[in-house]
């Protein structure tokens, strides 16, 4: 946890930011596994960490914008929770720890709003992401769940997105902790890549890794040598000589700050010169977008530049053909790279994706495009100094997507489609870092995980 | 998956126990960690995987048991979901794979049961579990989340009781394969109990080993130097010399069936002199279990077994005192002891517990007892060939549970709390194997980890 001061200080810029009402803060609850009582690692909601800095279950945060007052929600432990649980701090303690002075029993949390509803008071919250806090603003607001989405304050998400979106020193300094856990993670799957291993063996392995330095990954982890489906969680494939290994995996603190990190590596530790001539465009496009990010720079700018080196790569293959330009104005790299240049990144590993990518990642300069590939662009407005965001561009091979746009002929004018035949099995190349844009440019967060070939084989001998 | 043959048997036999209605058996979703596409490790429901095998998100089945007609219920992939997924079976594959042959749209679950309801015919559920099925139970029922549990089917409850508590050899199979990766996640935390050690380090370690094999553990670990914490997921302490670190941990298979082993070893690899004294009472207990646990014995009346071992190894060591039957009957060893000896195991560690505790560990011949201590023993019945089950006794020293009965007094004429003063940071001492029942006693389930002193301080060298 931060010091207190920080949490009173970000409240108080939240309450500026909004002009009236209560601000509502609810905290996650544990998440049953098969049954109640057999629950997930809890992972507290990310607002509630950002502003309330408590990560403990059953807790609601309450801000009273016009009268400034601020309430914190919860129950003190029984002797039975203590036996079960071990002892706790008293709620008194925990809210002081963040600043808050009024600690309520959690059923006051229903009058208190409920009371602000019959007097006609407005209530922010967020857009609601599980069921069960569903079901609680359901009973605090008479909003059916369907609508919540909806009903959710677009001058609360606004302010949050403001706040959260520039990192502070503390912040920084959590996330290259993450990065530090990331590396290790990455190292030893790449050791791992060899013929025979069970996927799932890598991916436990390293899911053991970021536990042992605190807690589960970031993210369920993508590992597979069929690196070509973008969020592949199967893991049941023994790896076979000559494929690749694509892994995209990261941690997270204690404190829940994210890494995010993919390399791909040739199972047994020799890339191929088929691999290599895809790996190397797909690296030049990293470098690239680094080059490039820097406050002011729209990241659907750096995108769309990313994907031009993809384009003008495939076109020497003589796997696209035409003009460059014209191909990626018309979305043909897309076949190969069919998601974003990258995402914002902090709290969560897709960085405040629970209040909308439109308003974390757009803004009224920048909108969202609707053409196949860069669709998926979740980041794409001007970047700002302390913004942190990932770049990761890709190649892959998908088989029932180029089938599907061979027989619609789609973009064929810049597709070679006979070519490709040779690379049905290839799998997919993503690589991937983290960057924080500084004053003037950006630099990446940790030490960069090797990720020339040179390096990654060396790596792996 | 088992053979086809498995899952249409199981279903026969649930449609026969079950007087008329449709049969709803809903799978799981994936559930948010800090949105809603950062997910947990996905787990379907276990009642789900017992007679629908697929181990898929959002899939639902339904068995209407006057025609025999059987349906299940689930989404075939499309173009994005190959992209971002990876291709997957078709639902008629999926079906055919447990002998289905009617395989319906998601959406077609709420036209077939809304049509029942209208009917008036009798919906079979189990109780729900989670916010997310309970909102689905609310759309197909119209009833209240906070009236389902009540509204769930008893008929449907203990027909699955009676089929899910003995389990078949290929049950058994896997619940061996789940007790070896067991073993490796304790053996390595036992090496790992070193002063100085981090207790998450230990515990995110064995988590990748259970990973590895397959699936995350069957529930939380627990793991810490304050073993006193029945249920301690608290591991951030690091190890001292003259601690004891209690390690309560099982992994799950492919399939999902669960392990659930303790065992308690001295940090840095030596019993003191008042440690073996405890230590040897809580075996002693263990073996007595596993000596009585045969068919037609009743749980209730081990776990009391167990626990005059226990008050009477503790008047031993004058801590306790008076008569040991007496005490027991009075409930004077649950200061030590109080949990109960062990609870049903297979697809869950605590087995059916979704279903209520009342239906599966307890029957009309034995009763829940309402006596501090033995009120939390979750299985009472008598045993029968087949019923897997854990048999874990423990002694614990908790300051808040001492010092609460020793100002009220409580079966003072029993305790001597004066005593007690030199075992206030003594911490506590569970052991745990994991037992089948066979036609005429019980046999361990996996090799046994080491658990008699002189095993645990050499596998520690």
């Given at each position: 946890?931060?010091?207190?001061?920080?949490?009173?200080?970000?409240?108080?810029?939240?309450r500026?930011?909004?002009?009236?009402?209560?601000?509502?803060i609810?905290?996650?609850?544990?998440?049953p596994?098969?049954?109640k009582?057999?629950?997930?690692h809890?992972r507290?909601?990310?607002?509630?960490?950002?502003?309330?800095?408590?990560?403990?279950?059953?807790?609601?945060?309450?801000?009273?914008?016009?009268?400034?007052?601020?309430?914190?929600?919860?129950?003190?432990?029984?002797?039975?929770?203590?036996?079960?649980?071990?002892?706790?701090?008293?709620m008194?303690?925990?809210?002081?720890?963040?600043?808050?002075?009024?600690?309520?029993?959690?059923?006051?949390?229903?009058?208190?709003?409920?009371?602000?509803?019959?007097?006609?008071?407005?209530?922010?919250?967020?857009?609601?992401?599980?069921?069960?806090?569903?079901?609680?603003?359901?009973?605090?607001?008479g909003?059916?769940p369907s609508?919540?989405?909806?009903?959710?304050?677009?001058?609360?998400?606004?302010?949050?997105v403001?706040?959260?979106?520039?990192?502070d020193?503390?912040e920084?300094?959590?996330?290259?902790?993450?990065?530090a856990?990331?590396?290790?993670?990455?190292v030893?799957?790449?050791?791992?890549a060899?013929?025979?291993t069970?996927?799932?063996?890598?991916?436990?392995?390293?899911?053991?890794?970021?536990?042992?330095?605190?807690?589960?990954?970031?993210?369920?982890?993508?590992?597979?040598q069929?690196?070509?489906?973008?969020?592949?969680?199967?893991?049941?494939?023994?790896?076979?000589k000559?494929?690749?290994?694509?892994?995209?995996?990261?941690?997270?603190?204690?404190?829940?700050?994210?890494?995010?990190?993919t390399?791909?590596?040739?199972?047994?530790?020799?890339?191929?010169?088929?691999?290599?001539?895809?790996?190397e465009?797909?690296?030049?496009?990293?470098?690239?977008?680094t080059?490039l990010?820097?406050?002011?720079?729209?990241?659907?700018?750096?995108?769309?530049?990313?994907a031009?080196?993809?384009a003008?790569?495939?076109?020497?293959?003589?796997l696209?053909?035409?003009?460059?330009?014209?191909?990626?104005?018309?979305g043909?790299?897309?076949?190969?790279m069919?998601?974003?240049l990258?995402?914002?990144?902090?709290?969560?590993?897709?960085?405040?994706?629970?209040?909308?990518?439109?308003?974390?990642?757009?803004d009224?300069?920048?909108r969202?495009?609707?053409?196949?590939?860069?669709?998926?662009l979740?980041?794409?407005?001007?970047?700002?100094?302390?913004?942190?965001?990932?770049?990761?561009p890709?190649?892959?091979?998908?088989?029932?997507?180029?089938?599907?746009?061979?027989?619609?002929?789609?973009?064929?004018?810049?597709?070679n489609?006979?070519?490709?035949?040779?690379?049905?099995?290839f799998?997919?190349i993503?690589?991937?870092?983290?960057?924080?844009i500084?004053?003037?440019?950006?630099?990446?967060?940790?030490?960069?995980?090797?990720?020339?070939?040179?390096?990654?084989?060396?790596?792996?001998?």
């Amino acid at each position: 946890m931060f010091n207190r001061e920080i949490y009173i200080e970000r409240r108080r810029q939240l309450r500026d930011q909004v002009s009236g009402g209560l601000i509502l803060i609810l905290g996650n609850s544990d998440s049953p596994m098969n049954y109640k009582d057999n629950t997930y690692h809890f992972r507290q909601d990310s607002n509630f960490l950002y502003f309330f800095g408590l990560d403990f279950q059953n807790l609601a945060g309450l801000i009273d914008v016009d009268s400034g007052e601020e309430m914190l929600f919860g129950d003190d432990f029984s002797m039975d929770d203590i036996i079960w649980m071990g002892p706790q701090e008293s709620m008194q303690t925990k809210a002081a720890r963040v600043g808050i002075k009024k600690a309520l029993a959690y059923q006051k949390l229903f009058s208190q709003v409920g009371e602000a509803v019959k007097r006609g008071r407005k209530i922010h919250f967020t857009p609601p992401y599980r069921a069960d806090n569903q079901l609680v603003l359901l009973e605090l607001t008479g909003i059916a769940p369907s609508h919540q989405k909806a009903a959710a304050s677009l001058e609360l998400i606004q302010a949050i997105v403001s706040l959260r979106s520039v990192k502070d020193a503390g912040e920084i300094e959590e996330l290259q902790k993450a990065a530090a856990a990331g590396y290790q993670m990455h190292v030893a799957a790449m050791k791992m890549a060899m013929p025979g291993t069970w996927e799932q063996k890598i991916a436990g392995t390293i899911e053991g890794i970021s536990l042992a330095n605190g807690n589960p990954p970031s993210f369920p982890i993508i590992l597979s040598q069929n690196g070509e489906t973008l969020h592949n969680h199967d893991h049941s494939n023994v790896l076979e000589k000559g494929r690749l290994l694509l892994v995209d995996a990261g941690a997270q603190t204690s404190m829940h700050y994210a890494s995010d990190f993919t390399r791909t590596s040739p199972v047994g530790g020799q890339f191929s010169q088929q691999q290599r001539e895809i790996y190397e465009i797909v690296l030049q496009a990293n470098n690239l977008a680094t080059e490039l990010a820097k406050p002011g720079a729209s990241y659907l700018s750096i995108h769309l530049e990313a994907a031009k080196v993809i384009a003008s790569g495939m076109k020497a293959l003589g796997l696209m053909k035409g003009d460059v330009d014209e191909a990626v104005q018309a979305g043909a790299h897309a076949l190969f790279m069919p998601h974003g240049l990258g995402h914002m990144m902090g709290l969560d590993v897709h960085d405040m994706e629970d209040l909308g990518q439109i308003y974390v990642g757009y803004d009224e300069e920048i909108r969202p495009v609707s053409q196949f590939g860069t669709a998926a662009l979740r980041l794409g407005r001007k970047l700002q100094p302390g913004f942190v965001i990932t770049n990761e561009p890709g190649i892959y091979f998908i088989p029932a997507l180029i089938d599907q746009w061979k027989s619609e002929k789609t973009n064929h004018e810049f597709i070679n489609f006979d070519r490709l035949e040779a690379y049905r099995t290839f799998g997919g190349i993503r690589l991937e870092d983290d960057l924080l844009i500084t004053e003037t440019a950006c630099e990446l967060i940790g030490e960069r995980i090797p990720i020339t070939p040179e390096e990654v084989e060396s790596t792996m001998k």
